[in-house]
């Protein structure tokens, strides 16, 4: 008949519910202890107490306890696990399905003498019946004990053997219901995880969606998505367990005999469900965190993936992986492998897209050069920024010997490599000779490669940690300019679309050296035409030293309207003018040339006002010469007058002797512009012999990243560096400074002029041995200029010649173009005697050569005849040395101080 027990396990929906009615169902018979036992996912029995007596617990177990959230839920009592093999009565009748009763302790114990603790506690009748599901198959037990010896009525039995039956449907009912709960939340959370991972950006956010979706679908406490990387497997990301904890397993050898390993090599799950099983097949990870001993792992390959991989779930306690938790296992696996060859193909797509962009930006740029060294610099920084090498060369055939290859620049060599492969015949055995000689790319995707295919380079090629190299050949219209050469710091395969984009770029840099090497020629020809309009000499009379320079600018082959110009006039006075017609081409350049001749012309009549008032007059006739600027000054060298006025033109700059440096503001005035009618006014300035005049055009002081009153400052700046620097080298100063060795945007003329204190002598030549004969000569009529005696003249001539010898040898293999510097000069000494100062000066390189005998005496002759001499060694850029000798006039030569 029902019972409130029966009708509890009828409606219990949950295992804390039939927990509770088996208590009520059995308390009629007031048993001493049961217990329930129920077979886990892991094989095991869980097991749970329902009369608590103390010290009886342990007689059904036989093993110690441990606290244990079961299959049954939240316990009431201290829920243990036990093997299904072992020799007690709940695992018998699981095992055999034969419900068991005893009508003694001694019975009991005759059957299971491993029962501890059953005689001790003089317990009497008990039972061990089977649980069975609705489906036959039996997942579990009911034991009990009861206070007296003897069998059980037929009515108790029957009352325990239906409380057993009901709690078999009971609990059954609510595994199904535990089960299709189970199975309903890894269905959400594998939806939830496929719109993770699909809505998933990138590489980063797959991999981090993967660890999370592990945690949600198989409720492990531990992911760690693990890939391939060469020939190890290495964690990406994990949760719950960090890289150090991992150890060695976050960085295995593809080969190992590892579950991981295993997994991944073939392809299929490999799960381990018992702490047992994991300490034995990866002892490393059974205690990742201490105290925390790890119960399972389960190691789910990555299918198909590009590169291997597999998912890693870590579980803390034993824990079963069914069927239905593989199949959704291999699940979660696939999308995760569509998640992330998503991403890669995204990533390879933004990939291809940013170098195309790039590569449109290049070209951009190649298209923009105009010279040979700006092709060079393009091509260095986009091969870099693009293409990703670690260095790149770019060569060019010599034209002075198409026989070999000249290095024109390089990034990411060592300065001793580059110097060694400055010129590469095109019979050597490298890739970039190869690549010259025969028109085609070189490729070469490893160390071992290059040392088979061109030993000989190997050192220099590898330097730097290079792997990989490519050289392509710099081909345009048939003819070959030169190579580029890449390197590499990982070795590479060099697949179709990267070939194809690297010989991309070297066609479209070998078209733009085409294009400057035309450039270059016809360039020079419009510099020539334009030097040709301007003064081949410069007249000045004895006592004023004259210095002027040109410097075209960078704007294509259109000639400019600048201009200088120096003329002695018949009454001993010197005319100088400074202009800048606006515009470029033939028209400006002609109206430059009309406008010069005029001023020339007008200069002997008139003074500088009044001369900027006719030729502003005549520009009217000229074509191109409107709003064209002018500063003309005439110098009276006996006075040191100098008259001046400004056509719109920036001030000249003044430097006194001492130092001091300021502008001439005054004598200001509009361009030429007739139709404006404007007086012109004149500023006058009266000059100390050793005082010093610059003039300029605006092209010096007008960049687009600095203002035209920075400019100035910089400009004042530059002539007060050296209060003693005459023309020649104050115009050397002031390039230098101002343009920073590059060339300007626009034409560039200077013209300085200095008021002698005595007469100077300032020679350029080529640092070359045929210049010392000239230098000697040069020297040796300045000093009769000056009334040195013969002696002095042949003691001053012999010393300075050992410096020029020196300046010329030193050099040697720096460049072609170096310079040797020779000034002169005369200043008052004590006593009222003069001074004679020779400074010589070179852009070389000091070596040091190996002591011989007949060297090293230079220095000791340029003591012995000179009074003072000062020796000055450059380093770094500044490289170049300065000899500075003085000899006082009309006395003997004294011991030189040396400094």
């Known amino acids: 008949p029902a019972t409130p027990a029966t009708t509890a396990l009828t409606t219990a929906s949950a295992p804390t519910e039939v927990l509770r009615a088996i208590r009520l169902g059995l308390a009629p018979l007031d048993p001493v202890d049961a217990a329930v036992g129920v077979l886990t996912e892991e094989g095991d029995l869980a097991i749970e107490t329902l009369a608590h007596i103390e010290g009886r617990t342990g007689a059904w177990t036989g093993a110690a306890l441990e606290p244990h959230a079961g299959a049954l839920g939240p316990p009431a009592g201290r829920p243990v696990r036990l093997g ?50 609705d489906d036959g198959v039996r997942f579990g037990f009911l034991t009990a004990i009861f206070p007296g010896p003897g069998d059980l009525p037929g009515a108790d039995r029957a009352l325990v053997s239906l409380i057993a039956r009901q709690t078999a449907q009971a609990l059954y009912r609510t595994r199904l219901q535990e089960a299709e709960t189970a199975e ?45 990387h060469g020939d190890e497997l290495v964690l990406e990301a994990s949760s719950g367990v960090t890289a150090e904890q991992l150890g060695d397993l976050a960085r295995r050898p593809r080969g190992a005999g590892t579950p991981l390993t295993v997994a991944v090599a073939e392809g299929r799950a490999i799960h381990l469900d018992q702490p047992d099983a994991v300490r034995a097949r990866v002892p490393e990870v059974a205690g990742l965190v201490p105290g925390v001993p790890l119960g399972a792992l389960l190691a789910v390959p990555l299918p198909a993936l590009g590169q291997p991989g597999a998912l890693m779930f870590l579980y803390r306690v034993a824990h079963r992986t069914d069927t239905a938790a593989l199949a959704v296992a291999g699940t979660l696996a696939q999308l995760c492998v569509q998640a992330l060859r998503r ?16 590569m449109q930006e290049a070209i951009a740029s190649l298209t923009a050069t105009s010279t040979t060294v700006d092709v060079a610099r393009s091509a260095l920084g986009m091969g870099t920024a693009v293409l990703g090498a670690a260095s ?22 060592a300065d001793a490599v580059a110097e060694r492969n400055a010129a590469i015949p095109l019979d050597a055995g490298t890739p970039l000779a190869t690549a010259a000689r025969t028109g085609t790319p070189v490729y070469v995707g490893s160390p071992e490669e290059l040392a088979a295919d061109y030993p000989v380079i190997v050192a220099d090629a590898s330097s730097g940690g290079r792997a990989s190299w490519a050289s392509l050949p710099l081909v345009a219209s048939g003819r070959t300019f030169g190579v580029l050469g890449f390197g590499y710091g990982q070795r590479r395969a060099f697949p ?29 020809a419009a510099v020539q035409l334009q030097r040709a309009l301007l003064p081949v000499t410069l007249d000045a009379p004895d006592g004023v030293g004259v210095a002027a320079r040109y410097l075209p600018g960078v704007r294509g082959l259109m000639v400019g309207g600048d201009w200088y ?34 001023l020339r012309a007008l200069a002997p009549f008139a003074g500088p006002a009044d001369v900027l008032t006719r030729l502003e007059q005549l520009s009217g006739t000229i074509p191109g010469a409107h709003m064209a600027t002018v500063a003309h000054l005439v110098l009276e060298p006996g006075t040191g007058e100098v008259c001046y006025s400004l056509a719109g033109h920036p001030p000249p700059v003044l430097r006194r002797p001492g130092g001091r440096v300021t502008l001439l503001e005054g004598g200001r005035g509009t361009p030429l512009a007739p139709e404006l009618g404007q007086p012109r006014a004149e500023a006058a300035v009266r000059l100390e012999p050793g005082s010093l005049l610059l003039l300029y055009t605006d092209g010096l002081i007008e960049r687009r990243d600095r203002s035209i009153d920075d400019g100035l400052d910089q400009l004042v700046a530059a002539v007060a560096r050296d209060p003693e620097a005459g023309p020649e080298a104050v115009c050397d100063t002031v390039l230098a400074e101002l343009l920073g060795g590059e060339h300007a945007a626009d034409d560039v003329a200077l013209l300085c002029l200095e008021l002698l204190a005595s007469p100077r002598l300032e020679l350029r030549a080529p640092a070359r041995p045929e210049s010392l004969p000239v230098a000697r000569q040069a ?19 012999l010393a300075a010649g050992e410096a020029c010898a020196n300046a010329v040898e030193h050099a040697e293999g720096v460049s072609a173009r170096a310079e040797l510097r020779l000034d002169a000069a005369l200043e008052v000494g004590e006593l009222a005697r003069d001074v004679v100062r ?35 060694r450059g380093t770094g850029e500044a490289m170049g040395t300065t000899v500075t000798l003085r000899r006082r006039l009309g006395a003997p030569a004294a011991p030189a101080s040396v400094s």
């Open 84 to 133: 299904l093999g072992a020799p007690l009565p709940g695992p018998a009748v699981v095992r055999d399905g034969r419900a068991r009763w005893w009508g003694s302790a001694d019975a009991a114990l005759a059957e299971f003498p491993s029962w501890p603790g059953l005689r001790d506690n003089a317990h009497g009748a008990a039972c061990s019946l089977p649980l069975v599901g």
């Open 184 to 228: 309903l939340h890894r269905a959400v959370a594998l939806q939830e995880a496929t719109a993770s991972l699909s809505a998933a950006a990138d590489r980063a956010d797959v991999v981090r969606a993967m660890v999370v979706a592990g945690r949600r679908v198989l409720a492990a406490d531990r992911r760690a998505p693990v890939l391939a």
């Open 343 to 358: 991403a890669e193909h995204a990533e390879d797509e933004r990939a291809r897209r940013r170098t195309a962009e790039r």
């Open 392 to 413: 790149v060369t770019i060569t060019v055939l010599d034209p002075e010997d198409p026989t070999q290859l000249r290095l024109v620049d390089h990034l990411g060599l």
């Open 496 to 524: 179709p679309d990267e070939r194809l984009a690297l010989e991309t770029f070297a066609s479209r840099c070998a078209e733009a050296l085409g294009r400057a090497e035309r450039f270059e020629a016809e360039h020079q």
């Open 565 to 598: 110009d120096v003329s002695l006039m018949e009454d001993g006075r010197v005319a100088c003018s400074v202009g800048d017609v606006v515009g470029q081409g033939t028209a400006a350049a002609a109206a430059m040339g009309q406008l010069r001749v005029t």
């Open 779 to 797: 020297l040796r009529a300045w000093l009769a200029s000056v009334g040195a005696t013969q002696e002095e003249t042949t003691d001053l001539v």
């Open 838 to 872: 020779i400074t010589v000066r070179d852009a070389g390189r000091w070596v040091e050569r190996p002591a011989r005998p007949g060297r090293g005496l230079g220095l000791d002759i340029m003591v012995a005849l000179v009074d003072g001499l000062d020796l000055g």
